[in-house]
Structure formats: C-alpha cells, structure tokens
C-alpha cells in the first residue's frame, strides 16, 4: 500500500512540476500549448466565450473584461515558462493585447465610439503577426 502511495505521489509532483516549470526547466512549445488548453479549460474560458454573446461597447462589458483578463493571465503565464522563444513573443503580445483591450473596456470615461477606434487602433501587423505565430505553433 506505501509502496502504490509513494508510486502516485512521486507521479503527482513529477506532472507538477512538468507544468509548473520548475524543476526541469521551461516548457516546450508542446507542453506551454498543452498548459494553455489545460488552464483554459479550469477557467472554463471557450465556454464562457461561447456563452456570451457579442456585447455593444456602451452595455455592461464585465464578462467581456473578465475573459480578457483572464486569457491574458494565461497566456502571460504560458509566456514565462516557454523555452520556444518564438511562442515566448507571441503570447507576450497576444496576451499584452488581451491585457490592454480590458483595460479600455473598462474604461468608463471613454464613449462607445472612443473605445471603439482605441480598440481598432490594437490590431496592428505586429499583433495579427502574432496571433498567427500563437495560433500556427498551438495548431489552433
């Protein structure tokens, strides 16, 4: 019985460790997409997003602001513990993205119209650059 308990602990922190980045180092672009999909769905972040529906700028926008919020904490954090220096840049700024598309949500000084062109004025060809390296390397 010890022998089966040292068994599945010694597994436990093995796998914990393996996701947590410590120990043997950083994360393959394998593993970071896996620990992105896996901390995704903890968070239940595609469900939510397919239960909400597409909200207009001058309405209540809190689930909006909690799912980029919460995605960009993901991604930040999937961003720390990659070894793939190309994934690395590029949940840095998809995630940097996310990060700063929350904050202008939640902006309640600025109109509908204002947030809008901000929002606009995110998608540059280094951002879309990005979210197809995020998206080609995940195999989203």
Request: glycine content about 4%; overall charge negative; hydrophobic content about 40%.
């Amino acid at each position: 019985m010890i022998k089966k308990f040292s068994t599945a602990a010694a597994v436990t922190l093995l796998t914990a460790t393996a996701l947590s980045g410590c120990g043997s180092g950083k994360l393959s672009a394998e593993d970071t997409c896996a620990l992105i999909i896996s901390r995704f769905g903890e968070i239940q972040l595609n469900q939510r997003i397919e239960n909400s529906s597409p909200t207009p700028l001058d309405e209540d926008l809190t689930e909006d602001i909690s799912i980029m919020s919460d995605r960009a904490l993901v991604l930040s954090e999937a961003a720390e513990k990659t070894k793939d220096e190309d994934l690395k840049q590029a949940l840095i700024a998809v995630g940097g993205n996310d990060s700063k598309t929350a904050q202008l949500l939640a902006n309640k000084d600025l109109s509908a119209e204002e947030k809008s062109e901000h929002l606009m004025e995110l998608q540059t060809p280094r951002l879309l650059e990005a979210q197809e390296t995020y998206g080609t390397i995940c195999h989203l």
